[in-house]
């Protein structure tokens, strides 16, 4: 009997130990997965890179950041695995690609009337979001938690994992965290519209830097702006020595003007020419003193006394220098719309070679145009549908004035706020091995605004 307990405590010893050794190895072996899963997400994030540097001076529309005919970012084979770069959902079917910063309204930049006009918020919590900024700046968009008001629920609404996928317990009503309506549609929240890191380069279509329009000389104007001519430059430099532009659309308003010269030095009526009279009005032909006859002395003796000494005539300019030249409005304007068209892009009222904060005309939804001054929703979605029809998108924010409902003045009050290009994005990229069983989520924040790109943000969900 004691040998027989031996044996089946022996047994039961090396049943545990093979079932231990079994559950390590599957532990090893699971986290040998994910950590390939992880290293697979990442090279999604390098391979969005990769194309961000080679297109820095493109600009970027929904259809070079997404997957398309060109481009392929979906399912990705790599090391025995895939990877995706997810980019959510849109009108209820998935899209792959990059996402772009400059699609959002920036915490740091927007005012309370434009993130009033948010899905999610409201005129009273856009006042508490930008008083909170004072002194301070938002370094992400969950800082808003801090704020009495924002709940993760309103923050990140369904999507609590922030992997932007409709998961299962994101879909099941109450029977798990988070709370949803079980519609088969993820809802996002605000955080979809915001974020703290949009940002362009404040650069022309080809990559050129803008002329800065109320500092600039005529004379660089009319270098740096090609097509320009030389009135053209001077009368941007004479309307702003009595208003500075505010909008570039101001280059409308610019009177034409000309310059005349009027020579100076001329001689009065009558006045004999040759050198100018002594104060006796006598003539000096040889710059000599007349002799006095009367005097009974001769010229020696004369010589010998001192002269008085003759004061010298008043020096004569030179012509040249006493002309003036006048700078006269002619009534016409400097710029026809055709020449605005033209020209705005080669201009900037900036001070910073990065804007921060613009909103770019070529990626951002309906929901966030119809935020800015002077859009409503028609004009937003006007917006939105115009760009759909231009294969190479808006190239300047002036293409804004083929807009159906956009006027000069809707104008003038965004032009300052919108570009029509983005040099920071979001990927989320997704590594996946075993069919799918196991997979890694990675999100990162690209900025290519310096002379190389670098991440500003990193996070690793499971």
Known sequence: MFVLWITVLLSAVALSVKFSTHLRSQIAATSGRTTKAFFLARAGVERAIADLVEDVNEVPTQERLRENSERTYRNLELGGGTYTLYAGMEDGDPVY????????????????????????????????????????????????????????LKLYGEDQNRNGLLDPNEDDGEASWPPDDADGTLDTGCAAYLTVWSAARDVAYEGKARVKLNEASAESIQEDVKGITSQQAESIVAHRDKNKFTSIADLLDVELVEKTTNSGGQKPPGQPQGKPPNQEGQSQADGQPEQQAENGKNAGEEAEKPQKKEESPPKQQPEENNNTTETKGTGAKAFAMEDFRKFADAFTLAEEEVLKGVVNINTAPAAVLACLPGIDEGVALAIVQERQGRPEGFTTVADLLDVNGLTIKIFKQVSGLVSARSDVFQVRSFGVVDDGDIYACVSAVIDRTEDEAHILYWQEYE
């Open 97 to 152: 690609g990059i996402m772009d910063e400059g699609a959002k309204l920036n915490l740091n930049q927007a005012d309370a009337d434009m993130l009033g006009g948010l899905p999610g918020m409201d005129p009273n919590l856009a006042d508490t979001v930008v008083a909170f900024r004072e002194g301070r700046s938002y370094h992400d968009v969950d800082d808003l938690l801090l704020l009495e008001g924002v709940d993760v």
